[in-house]
């Protein structure tokens, strides 16, 4: 398939001039829709719940109208929405795809709702989804800032870099959001219908991201980057496709091993790339080592996290709601029985759902995959960065022994040695010790009573490790560290630094 680069601009992308300075004037923003609408509404909104936000909007004024048109999709009065889009016209806005008329009343004809990604708001267009309106999704829908986009969003490292790549971009969320982190920005779409909405929601934002239409990796061949985001179509089930944001075409969990694989070639060397990814549970077979297989040998270290596990019949259940089917009707019960059959023919007994992280290094592939179910309220995206700078310094320490001996650490100041009290045939007698760090992603580790005393020893100013495990082997069989002793040590010091419990210094 050929691959185009957007270049004419859209009459919507025109209209973005007068649509933002209407959006600007009126406060269409982020911040002030929290304020005038109240937690309580803003909550309802969330939970697509339209009648609390009609409610509160009704004294909004122009604000209000903006709300009830844009974000609720009720019809309005011409005079009232010409008034709060001023200085849009209606015909213009409606020649344009944005608005449309329904009678003597206006309809939204898309979604535009503001966003705040960490860098003041920014404004994102896509098709109107079902969340207010009952509807059913075109196969070209273009979804919105949905849970998985805002997942991304706070899941992707923010550091600055040069080059950044919106693989799959849809209606632009995550470029817009590359642009307060990467000198150029370059995203890419099968779907014509998403550059549309994604050059007019660039334009809106008044950012220069180039857009290229075609399949997967052809329309940057031979480019690389220093970044690659991707929230590609990886819902899991028969190759299929009802909708293309969500549908790959390919079996199971094709899309993730095609993107997963291909990435690769496609970073600078030290760049990375942030992805949302599924991938099947076979029976007999290990989630991990299915991941793992999509990696080349040799260039990248990978850090996956599986956030959740789903059961087949819920995960049909959710993604045919998610586009607008009612799975008590004839049609949507077909489409669940060959989906649940396609599961059962290949023997998956879960979906897994998580964030792969890579980092093109110079040495043999490197993987980590590990669960990460349980609730945590900080951003994946530093933590990722931070990760793969204490593997790199891990890979060095493999390499030589006494750097890891020789190295003095430091207790991470959010990490807490906890004693947890479990119930035994006695009563609460049995107790294990648990460090426990209190940011990121939470991690805990099990530990015993020589480690907990080795971790009391650790000061940036204090001894190495070699001398702290001669004194804790000394002080418990009186005699010097065996090899074997310095080895469990080691092990045990380097599972704390992957984790960032404890820090080389």
């Known amino acids: 398939m050929p691959t185009n680069q957007t270049t004419t601009s859209s009459l919507l992308a025109d209209l973005a001039p007068d649509l933002r300075a209407a959006l600007t004037r009126v406060r269409y923003d982020a911040d002030t829709l929290l304020e005038a609408l109240g937690d309580a509404a803003h909550a309802a909104l969330g939970r697509g719940e339209p009648v609390p936000v009609r409610r509160a909007a009704a004294g909004l004024g122009e604000l209000g109208i903006l709300v009830r048109l844009l974000l609720l999709g009720d019809p309005v009065t011409e005079p009232e929405a010409a008034a709060a889009l001023s200085p849009v016209g209606i015909d213009r806005a409606v020649a344009a795809g944005l608005l449309e008329r329904d009678g003597d009343e206006i309809r939204a004809a898309l979604d535009l709702r503001p966003l705040d990604l960490g860098a003041g708001t920014r404004w994102v267009l896509s098709d109107l989804d079902d969340s207010m309106r009952r509807r059913s999704l075109d196969t070209d829908h273009v979804l919105g800032v949905g849970q998985a986009s805002l997942s991304l969003l706070r899941a992707t490292p923010t550091r600055r870099v040069g080059t950044v790549l919106d693989l799959g971009t849809g209606c632009g969320v995550q470029a817009v959001h590359a642009a307060s982190y990467g000198r150029t920005v370059t995203g890419t779409d099968l779907n014509v219908r998403a550059l549309w909405l994604a050059e007019a929601t660039a334009a809106l934002n008044n950012l220069d991201i180039e857009l290229l239409q075609g399949s997967w990796f052809e329309p940057v061949a031979g ?38 694989s291909g990435i690769p070639d496609l ?11 599924s991938w099947v549970h076979i029976e007999g077979q290990d989630w991990r080592s299915r991941v793992a297989s999509w990696l080349p040998e040799h260039g990248i270290d990978a850090w996956i996290v599986q956030r959740d596990i789903a059961d087949p019949a819920l995960y049909v259940g959710t993604w045919l709601r998610d586009a607008g089917l009612d799975p008590r009707e004839g049609a949507a019960q077909a489409r669940a029985e060959r989906w649940l059959d396609a599961f059962r023919e290949s023997e998956v007994e879960g979906i897994g759902f998580g964030f792969v992280y890579l980092r093109a290094i110079d040495g043999p592939t490197e993987l980590l995959a590990e669960d990460l179910t349980h609730g945590f309220d900080d951003p994946l995206g530093p933590e990722a960065l931070a990760y793969f700078e204490r593997s790199a310094w891990l890979r060095a320490a493999a390499a030589d022994n006494d750097l890891i001996l020789d190295s003095r650490y430091e207790v991470d100041p959010a990490t807490a040695l906890e004693r947890v009290y479990l119930p035994g045939e006695e009563g609460w007698n049995q107790v294990v010790a648990r460090l426990h760090r209190g940011d990121g992603p939470r991690w805990q580790h099990e530990v ?11 000061r940036p100013d204090g001894l190495p490790l070699r001398e702290l495990v001669e004194l804790l082997a000394f002080s418990d069989t009186g005699d010097a560290a065996t090899p074997e002793f310095e080895t469990a040590a080691m092990s045990v010091v380097a599972g704390l630094v992957r984790h960032g419990l404890v820090h080389p210094r």
């Open 223 to 260: 480019r690389r980057f220093d970044q690659v985001v991707a929230n590609p179509p990886f819902v899991v089930g028969p190759a299929r496709v009802e909708h293309t944001y969500r549908d790959s075409g390919l079996h199971l969990d094709g899309a993730s091993e095609l993107v997963i």
């Open 267 to 277: 970073l600078n060397p030290g760049g990375t790339a942030a992805l949302l990814a």
């Open 448 to 458: 015993d009573d020589p480690t907990a005393a080795l971790l009391a020893g650790m």
